[in-house]
């Protein structure tokens, strides 16, 4: 069974910064391609950085210069760090996983960007 679950989400003012993880279990974490969502009210969910098991990332335009995708193999967790926060950031944040032919998510951490 896959199971993702993500942490580190908060509130923060315009400019801050937080780290979001995911903990990964039941996949070959190595060989796989973590993915980080997000999703505001009344938006659909966009992809916002994706990396492949050998450390090739990919970012959204929106986000790039800012956040930065990383993975740890070994403790089987993903990290988002989020810099130079903006309100419309503000969203709930989901891990992603593909794993034969299916989309595994996490519960979501929610990120609030307001002064």
């Known amino acids: 069974q896959v199971i993702l679950v993500e942490s580190g989400g908060g509130l923060v003012q315009p400019g801050g910064s937080l780290t979001l993880s995911c903990a990964a279990r039941?996949?070959?974490?190595?060989?796989?391609?973590m993915n980080w969502y997000r999703q505001s009210p009344g938006k659909e969910r966009e992809l916002v950085a994706s990396?492949?098991?050998?450390?090739?990332?990919n970012y959204a335009d929106s986000v790039k210069g800012r956040f930065a995708i990383s993975r740890d193999n070994v403790r089987r967790t993903t990290f988002l760090k989020t810099d130079d926060l903006k309100p419309e950031d503000t969203a709930m944040y989901y891990c992603?996983?593909?794993?034969?032919?299916?989309?595994?998510w996490g519960q979501g951490t929610q990120v609030t960007i307001s002064s």
């Open positions: 039941g996949i070959n974490f190595r060989l796989y391609t």
């Open positions: 990396i492949k098991g050998g450390g090739e990332t």
């Open positions: 992603n996983v593909r794993h034969q032919g299916r989309n595994f």
